[in-house]
């Protein structure tokens, strides 16, 4: 029912927007900040205490670059050119896709930007510069997760720099001088503050999609739920897993759809 395209753009053409760069501008401006203030404050070569913080910050920042470019470079599901379903009888109660030349499965949507019907369509996103949908919406969630989890990483990290200075009245907390490191510390605390606002918020629009078992398209367009609804503990398994700690790890998949799937969005 559906096509696993990845790299369809190729990476490149993907990273080349001013989404993608813009997000990864902002996540190596926090990294470099933080890393220098942790350095600072809790060196990690001095103190067990130091170097778990800074292990904890580079995980939070690897898993966040990793999903960043899954979500990026992973197809969300795209239904095949000309597609039709396995029997003809069904036909009546699709919909037709003039710019695919075929049918709709339920639930899919077509995107402009990407030329494609989209299984499950959550909405195109322009930081990834791509669809988030059935097949890469896991990634996108738990990108969201951990650059919220970053950035509040950065905050407190930041403000007990601030504080760290103010009480040694300035002198010998920076290897800058007092109005370089205000500047620095003002700018690093807005630019994470901001950015963990914004994607937490994004995280529990994802999340309360998931949870209602209706994507974000679905919600705006106000659609009334002509497929067959899963239980929200099904609902939230089909994207992220079994529950366990798995289901924070981009390694681990949702079980692989099977043949009785085919119509999992009743007609």
């Not at 990834?128 to 919220?148: H, P, R, S, W």
Request: net charge positive.
């Amino acid at each position: 029912i559906y096509e696993k395209q990845t790299m369809c753009l190729g990476l490149f053409k993907r990273v080349c927007h001013w989404g993608p760069l813009t997000a990864l501008a902002i996540i190596k401006i926090v990294s470099y900040m933080m890393v220098h203030c942790s350095n600072m404050l809790l060196p990690p070569t001095l103190s067990l205490h130091g170097f778990l913080n800074m292990v904890v910050f580079l995980m939070f920042s690897g898993l966040t670059l990793y999903n960043f470019f899954s979500a990026m470079v992973e197809g969300p599901g795209y239904l095949p050119l000309k597609w039709a379903p396995e029997y003809a009888a069904d036909e009546a109660y699709l919909q037709v896709c003039g710019s695919c030349k075929g049918y709709k499965a339920p639930r899919s949507h077509h995107c402009r930007k990407c030329g494609r019907c989209v299984l499950k369509m959550d909405h195109h996103c322009p930081w990834v510069n791509n669809c988030v949908g059935e097949d890469n919406q896991k990634f996108f969630v738990l990108f969201t997760f951990y650059i919220a989890c970053m950035s509040v990483h950065s905050l407190f990290m930041s403000g007990k720099q601030f504080f760290t200075c103010i009480d040694a009245e300035w002198r010998n907390c920076s290897s800058y001088s007092p109005p370089t490191t205000v500047i620095l510390l003002v700018f690093l605390v807005f630019e994470a503050l901001l950015f963990a606002i914004f994607t937490a918020a994004m995280l529990f629009s994802q999340l309360q999609a998931i949870w209602n078992d209706k994507t974000g398209i679905e919600q705006l367009k106000k659609e009334e739920a002509r497929w067959a609804k899963r239980s929200r503990w099904k609902s939230m398994q089909a994207v992220f897993g079994r529950f366990s700690l798995a289901m924070f790890s981009p390694f681990s998949h949702p079980p692989p759809r099977r043949k009785t799937d085919m119509y999992m969005y009743s007609v």
